[in-house]
């Protein structure tokens, strides 16, 4: 809805802006009647979280900042919702109702699950619950109030400013109201901030340490120029390092369109360039407002173009690294019930491209811009051990110099070529998201599962495919470990099964009776069933929560198809290495063997073939973060560029068992709340790396 058509309509709702309180009053009306023994006023002089009056410390165009509690419940928010119930004759509509007491103040004994982050990979089942005025039905792309409690818990403390530049619905200026933080939160949309400030109007909870003084100051204005001199509200923002955190969550690039004719408006830059830039001077105002060595909370997705991944949130965090950031935690957080879904469902198998079902959660801590640290390769590192240079020919023998430092930490272990499995069925005709989960199994690894799949939904029918394995050097690593991967790693494992019994047989309970041994013996047999038809290729088991064992042991007894030199090779395949291998030495000849690969598979892939390339972040022992996604996905774009090899797909990969449940937490007694790290130093404050990434990439010619 353009500007003209909502001043008309709220103008027909009987909204006015006519009247205009001076800064220190408050109307007459008893906004709270039932909750409050006042009868006409709250006791507030102002909207301002600095615990002062902004009359006594304000010039006079600051003022214009101030704003009476009233404010909060006179503008509406047009939704499907609100529309509805404001046709119904005598019916106020939602927006215009004062919200008076809420019937929580934080997460219920119920919700309390849902809070814990102990891991990089946050999944609530089901929808997740919210409690006191946040809601994910009145809002287009709010984001958890979970992931913003844990933010505001761990880096800031009681009292802290905080700083909400993409306020939307107000989640932010919610949660630091409930949690006693003071809050400044604008958005450049005036119906956000008209819904933020209805949704922030709820009363105080009576006896709790909740104060009017953290009341949230909720303003228009554009997160890109906060100390413009034609802006009132930049009286604010004019004292660098300023705040203690600042939340922010833009839009993802222009997946959900906020609005169609305001100037700014961050959704309206399709180009990725062009939001970047954009972004480029939010960052930057980030960065002046925020106090040396306090941490940024960003909440950010990825999009698509022409079938192709866009990675929205790799390119940003990429900003904020080169603009005086470091990049301290990356979360990613599985997303469900979108609206979109079923669009989405009837895309992907018309275009084959996988749904977005994550995001990312990233924390960034201020350093200062003398200690930027990029990590990019420098092309000096890229040359060092390749005989023709970075560009250059790279035979398979020769991607890894003999005798190099290279060649001492990181070997390639084989290099086997396969012919894809048949499938009994189209591959892009089963919807997948871009999260995949694996059951653990105690002989395959990981990895290996991984490129099974990867190769069930990536393959091509009268096609070979490659596998690569990727070894890390260690001085003092038992020679015996490492010939136990590859053995794992070529398929020999089913010596180790007992009794001829098959991998993924599962026990299934028997109470005693007759009737459940018969049940028992049914099931097993119905399994056994399904699992020749696996292997006889006649069905598929293609999911995003397959088993994967079946598929997995008849790909490696599979032979090259011949002849070889004919037989297109449609897909090459990296699995990752696991992070508990990693150490500090092992990240950069890691990369540039990465580079080398990369060379190797532009020129030997068929025309559409595919790379995959298996990566986990690292944190090295000195606790720094090494996302190796993005510094990856950057290498082989400096390496080969767009035009050669074009990212397809993106795929987050994590081990069942991460997600949280209904019993992880019991009762409130049980419950351990997130501390404050600030100031902290140690392992034990970062969460576990269990996630990995897999980057397909697409060769164009």
């Known amino acids: 809805m353009c500007e003209t058509c909502f001043n008309a309509a709220h103008s027909l709702q009987g909204g006015s802006h006519d009247k205009q309180a001076p800064v220190g009053t408050l109307y007459g009306q008893d906004l709270f009647a039932d909750d409050n023994d006042n009868s006409g006023q709250l006791e507030v002089v102002a909207l301002n979280p600095f615990g002062s009056s902004l009359v006594a410390d304000m010039e006079p165009q600051r003022q214009q900042q101030g704003a009476s509690v009233e404010d909060y419940t006179q503008s509406i928010y047009f939704t499907r919702e609100t529309c509805i119930a404001s046709n119904r004759i005598g019916v106020p509509s939602v927006s215009q109702q004062p919200l008076g007491q809420l019937s929580s103040y934080g997460p219920t004994d119920s919700m309390l699950f849902t809070l814990p982050v102990d891991s990089t990979y946050f999944d609530i089942p089901g929808r997740a619950p919210r409690w006191g005025s946040h809601s994910g039905t009145d ?20 009292g802290q400013r905080v700083l909400s530049n993409f306020l939307g619905r107000g989640t932010d200026a919610i949660e630091c109201f409930l949690l006693s933080r003071k809050c400044v939160g604008l958005d450049i949309n005036p119906s956000a901030v008209s819904l933020s400030q209805r949704n922030c109007s709820f009363a105080i909870m009576p006896n709790s340490d909740m104060s009017v003084e953290f009341r949230p100051t909720i303003m228009q204005g554009d997160a890109r120029d906060l100390c413009s001199k034609l802006w009132p509200g930049a009286g604010y923002f004019s004292e660098p390092e300023s705040f203690d955190h600042i939340l922010s969550h833009p839009p993802y690039k222009d997946c959900v369109l906020y609005s169609t004719n305001i100037d700014g408006d961050l959704s309206r830059f399709p180009g990725p360039e062009e939001f970047q830039r954009e972004m480029e001077k939010v960052v930057c105002e980030s960065w002046r407002l925020l106090k040396m060595g306090r941490h940024l909370t960003l909440g950010i997705g990825d999009n698509r173009a022409e079938c192709f991944y866009i990675p929205v949130s790799y390119q940003l965090c990429r900003t904020y690294i080169d603009m005086g950031f470091e990049l301290d935690e990356l979360i990613v957080k599985r997303q469900r019930y979108c609206q979109a879904f079923g669009l ?50 790279t035979s398979p023998s020769s991607m890894i110099g003999t005798g190099s430092r290279l060649a001492n930490l990181i070997t390639v272990k084989s290099r086997t070529l396969r012919e894809v499995p048949p499938s009994p069925i189209e591959r892009k005709g ?15 690894l990981f990895s290996y599962l991984c490129m099974s799949r990867m190769v069930q ?74 699992e020749q038809l696996l292997h006889l290729g006649l069905v598929s088991e293609l999911g995003e929560n397959s088993t994967d064992t079946a598929h997995y042991q008849t ?3 599979m032979y090259p198809r011949l002849p070889i030199e004919s037989t297109p090779l449609a897909l090459i395949v990296v699995p990752h290495v696991s992070n508990a291998e990693f150490k500090l030495c092992h990240v950069e000849p890691y990369r540039r063997a990465l580079v080398q690969m990369t060379h190797d598979a532009s020129r030997r892939l068929c025309p559409s073939g595919l ?60 419950f351990m709340d997130e501390e404050c790290v600030v100031g902290a130093v140690g392992s034990e404050n970062h969460v576990p790396i269990v996630h990995a990434y897999y980057l397909v990439f697409m060769k164009l010619k």
Not at 360 to 381: C, G
Not at 430 to 443: I, Q, R
Not at 511 to 521: D, H, K, L, S, V
């Open 139 to 158: 809002y287009h792309g709010t984001w958890l109030p979970q992931t913003v409690r844990r933010a505001l818990l761990r880096y800031t403390t009681r």
């Open 344 to 393: 989405g469902t009837y895309l992907c198998v018309q275009f084959d491209f996988l749904m977005f079902t994550h995001e990312f959660i990233a924390t960034l801590r201020k350093v200062p811009k003398s200690q930027i640290d990029r990590m990019h390769l420098t092309a000096e590192q890229y040359i060092e051990n390749c005989e023709l240079g970075f560009h250059g020919e």
């Open 430 to 444: 089963v919807v997948m998201g871009s999260v995949w989960t694996f059951e653990a199994h105690p002989v395959f």
């Open 457 to 530: 939904r990536f393959g091509r029918d009268e096609s070979n495919w490659e596998q690569i394995d990727i070894v890390l050097e260690h001085a003092d690593l038992d020679g015996g470990q490492l010939i136990n991967a590859e053995i794992i790693g070529s398929g020999h494992s089913n010596d180790e099964l007992d009794d001829g019994q098959t991998d993924s047989e599962t026990e299934f309970p028997d109470n005693g009776t007759r009737a459940g041994g018969y049940e028992r013996e049914r099931q097993r047999q119905i399994q056994q069933n399904r």
């Open 555 to 557: 790909m490696v007894a």
């Open 611 to 670: 790379l995959v390339i298996g990566v986990q972040d690292v944190r090295d022992e000195h606790g720094k973060l090494w996302p190796l996604g993005m510094l990856v996905l950057e290498d082989v774009q400096r390496a080969v560029g767009s035009i050669r090899l074009r990212l397809k797909e993106f795929i987050v990969v994590v081990e069942n068992g991460h997600a949280r449940k209904r019993d992880d937490v019991v009762s409130r007694e049980t």
